[in-house]
């Protein structure tokens, strides 16, 4: 089943998420209906926050990145089939240096803009079978783990930017919470005029 995705200034993507339990109802369904919303959207990732739900979990398949042709055969090989549920994501470490990446988020439609990050990502996580593991990303999977990590914790790509980029993006972002954007997915406004 398709969600509507939570658009920009919905207090949903501030809030303090909590960690999934074991027997969290229906969560298998609710993965499953992550990863369409998620392919409709021709998103890379997807954090529960954006569906509405202040939960610690997010899904990634990065596998269209692995099309791109400036990646090095290694990386091509990791992004390949990198497809996973991170449940209760706890980042242990990040290192290296810091690189821009144009990065871009359902939840903020038509807005890109080059983000800084570090390279290597240490992540603890439990995978959609509940087990635990530690695992070490570097390049764009880590890239993308990055950004969806954010959303757990409440962060957006935008406020990563620079005070003179942010006051730039600030009437296109209060547009964006108002409903005055076009996407190709379904979405939910926080403050959408009724009737539209
Ligand atoms: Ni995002």
């Known amino acids: ?98 690189w821009a990446f144009n990065e871009g988020c359902l939840s903020i439609p038509n807005i890109r803009e080059d983000v800084l990050r570090q390279d290597t990502v240490k992540i603890e996580y439990f995978d959609e079978n509940f087990n635990k593991k530690v695992e070490e990303f570097t390049g764009r999977a880590a890239r993308v783990i990055q950004h969806e990590y954010d959303h757990i914790e409440g962060v957006l790509f935008t406020d990563k930017l620079s005070g003179l980029k942010k006051r730039l993006l600030k009437g296109k972002l209060s547009n964006i919470s108002k409903g005055k954007v076009k996407a190709d997915y379904k979405m939910r406004f926080p403050e959408a005029k009724k009737g539209r």
């Open 1 to 98: 089943m398709i969600l509507p995705i939570v658009a920009y200034g919905d207090p949903v993507l501030r809030k303090k998420t909590v960690e999934v339990e074991k027997d969290y109802p229906n969560l298998d369904g609710l993965i499953e209906n992550m990863f369409e919303t998620m392919y409709n959207a021709y998103g890379v990732g997807l954090a529960a926050p954006q569906i509405g739900l202040p939960i610690r979990l997010f899904v990634i398949d990065a596998s269209p990145f692995a099309d791109d042709e400036e990646l090095s055969e290694d990386e091509r090989r990791q992004l390949q089939d990198f497809k996973k549920v991170f449940i209760n994501a706890k980042i242990l470490e990040e290192n290296g240096k810091e």
